[in-house]
Nanobody, 120 residues
Framework: QVQLVESGGGLVQPGGSLRLSCAASRRIVSIADMGWYRQAPGKQRELVANMSSRGSAYYADAVKGRFTISRDNAKKMVYLQMNSLKPEDTADYYC??????????????WGQGTQVTVSS
């Protein structure tokens, strides 16, 4: 089974930090883009950050300078370091990958989501 599994969400005070991690299952043999989306209650899912296999990163304007995306291609993992968190960062965060599983072409895969709550 092809899976992306997130971890690292939780409750943090404004100004605090969290680090999200996402691991791709063994059946994934190659990953192109890998990144993070988020969805706040009542809002559409939006791209937060992503990174190509070569390390080229994109950030949404709302998180530039506060969030940092990184990848470990050997471990098939992607991370999101979130600093200076604000209440408006509260959302469910989803890992996304354009990946190739055994015997398949490249497809987009999603994790199950991890909740981030920024509140005092």
């Amino acid at each position: 089974q092809v899976q992306l599994v997130e971890s690292g969400g939780g409750l943090v005070q404004p100004g605090g930090s969290l680090r999200l991690s996402c691991a791709a299952s063994r059946r994934i043999v190659s990953i192109a883009d890998m990144g993070w989306y988020r969805q706040a209650p009542g809002k559409q899912r939006e791209l937060v950050a992503n990174m190509s296999s070569r390390g080229s990163a994109y950030y949404a304007d709302a998180v530039k300078g506060r969030f940092t995306i990184s990848r470990d291609n050997a471990k098939k993992m992607v991370y999101l370091q979130m600093n200076s968190l604000k209440p408006e960062d509260t959302a469910d965060y989803y890992c996304n990958a354009q990946a190739k599983a055994e015997g398949r072409s490249y497809l987009y895969y999603w994790g199950q989501g991890t909740q981030v709550t920024v509140s005092s």
